[in-house]
């Protein structure tokens, strides 16, 4: 990951890249521009030879770190957080948003940008026992912040998967930035931390053991899956359905080669025996089974209401090397494997001995 550019006063609010995570240090193909699009000063760089910042352009909002499908972008910020009435209640305020907000205010709260909440964000805000998010912005659309894809689309999603899997969704109350500093502060007064009677420190543990799993599955040692995709993180439910992503092979297309279950980060795709395996929630939308897939058998759909669970396999036997292969398509280029199928299987080898 090469950052470019000289120093800048910003250096401080500068994303912290987690270079091992970004699907480009995975895969040179990779097709993944969700930091570029979302940057709303063009600092991020990408070209055939690098990825990095220009610090000189780069103004810290951190919008890039919720388009990221890999975490690769840590954010920044993080909403002020309060318990009233035991009901979780977080607020989050754009800078820009207007007179009024730094009024006796310690500054809690206060990001950026309130687009910068994705759904990474927001699930675990609702893990949290967050389920109502208090916001003040100033006008969108005429902020070069508010061309990027807005908090509100990731809010849809995230409560379409909580409705689901049976959760309860979170509710976004938009208000002035008088009123917000008014409603932070009174959250603040009556803030009162959760009960520790019996039930609710079990319920605490079983909370604690959960997200301290999840944070020792993304320190894992290089080459095994060190981020939790969003979808693990709430669980499912009998008769849930929806996948925030959801991997899927056309088998009419596909030619068996198992290049998108190899390099699947967290196996989504997996191969057995006899068929792919698709795991939904382990998908994070990265688009690597897409780019590596020559065939365009791969694809990545979001909230599909139908996932593939799995393709069969049939056993076959190449019939130009002998090799055995298996393939989801009855009929597949005449019988050929994979690497038959694309070359001059006709070709013979010989070798000259001295």
């Known amino acids: 990951m090469l950052v470019v550019g000289r120093s800048a006063p910003t250096d401080q609010l500068l994303p912290e890249v987690i270079e091992a995570r970004c699907v480009h240090s995975r895969m040179e193909q990779a097709s993944c521009r969700a930091c570029v699009d979302a940057c709303p000063t063009g600092a991020w760089v990408i070209d055939d030879e690098r990825l990095g910042i220009d610090t000189e352009r780069c103004d810290g909002c951190g919008l890039c770190a919720p388009v990221c499908p890999e975490g690769a972008i840590a954010a920044r910020c993080a909403p002020a957080e309060y318990r009233v009435d035991g009901v979780g209640i977080a607020f989050a305020a754009c800078g820009r948003a207007g007179p009024g907000l730094g009024d006796r205010d310690s500054g809690a709260g206060l990001v950026p940008c309130v687009h910068l909440f994705g759904v990474r964000a927001l699930l675990d805000l609702q893990r949290r026992g967050v389920r109502r998010l208090t916001l003040s912005a100033g006008d ?127 196996a989504a795709i997996r191969v057995e025996p006899s068929a792919y395996r698709f795991d939904p929630d382990g998908c994070t939308g990265c688009g690597i089974c897409v ?59 010989f070798q000259v001995l001295g």
């Open 140 to 266: 969108c659309d005429t902020c070069p912040r508010g061309t990027i894809t807005r908090f509100e689309r990731h809010l849809d999603q995230v409560n379409a998967l909580l409705l689901d899997r049976g959760q309860e969704p979170i509710e976004a109350h938009p208000v002035s930035p008088q009123g917000w500093a008014r409603s932070r502060h009174a959250a603040e007064a009556r803030h009162r931390p959760p009960s520790m009677n019996r039930r609710a420190f079990f319920r605490g543990m079983m909370t604690a053991a959960t997200e301290t799993a999840v944070e020792l599955a993304e320190r894992a040692d290089p080459g095994v899956p060190d981020f939790t995709p969003p979808g693990r993180l709430i669980p499912r439910t009998e008769g849930s359905q929806l996948s925030l992503n959801a991997p899927r092979i056309d088998g009419e297309r596909c030619s068996g080669c198992d290049a998108c279950a190899r390099l699947c980060p967290h």
């Open 291 to 349: 780019d590596v897939c020559e065939t365009g058998a791969a694809s990545v759909r979001s909230l599909d209401p139908s996932p593939q669970d799995l393709l069969p396999l049939l056993q076959r036997r190449c019939a130009a090397c002998g090799a055995p292969f298996h393939t989801p398509a009855p009929e597949t280029a005449r019988g050929l494997c994979p690497i038959c199928g694309t070359s001059n299987h006709r070709t013979r080898l």
